[in-house]
């Protein structure tokens, strides 16, 4: 089992940056690659970006490449997402999961957090 807790979230004009952090429980959390993804108001749950078990490998949706990067710290138990140059388009809750293996699939993923807001102001 593994608890993720979401911070970070909040208020951010367009063209702004937050950084997302996500710590986790239980000393199992190098076993487990870490994603964020988004739920945008009316859509879907979706795929933002995730993280391989030792950092060494990310992947990014099209939308965020070159604006966001994920990282880790295993030391911590901690996974983030820095964002920069927010869209008014990105406001949703954000979420980080768990998961074994390595991908990008919602339903592949074992454990979520609560999740964070992140409103994103024109």
């Known amino acids: 089992q593994v608890q993720l807790v979401e911070s970070g979230g909040g208020l951010v004009q367009a063209g702004g940056s937050l950084r997302l952090s996500c710590a986790a429980s239980?000393?199992?959390?190098?076993?487990?690659?870490m994603g964020w993804f988004r739920r945008r108001p009316g859509s879907e749950r979706e795929f933002v970006a995730t993280?391989?078990?030792?950092?060494?490998?990310?992947f990014y949706a099209d939308s965020v490449k070159g604006r966001f990067t994920i990282y880790r710290d295993n030391a911590k138990n901690t996974v983030a997402l820095r964002m920069n140059s927010l869209k008014p388009e990105e406001t949703a809750v954000y979420y980080c999961?768990?998961?074994?293996?390595?991908?990008?699939?919602?339903?592949?993923?074992?454990?979520w957090g609560q999740g964070t807001q992140v409103t994103v102001s024109s």
């Open positions: 999961a768990a998961r074994t293996g390595f991908g990008i699939k919602t339903d592949e993923y074992d454990f």
């Open positions: 993280i391989g078990r030792s950092g060494g490998i990310t």
């Open positions: 239980g000393r199992s959390f190098s076993t487990y690659a």
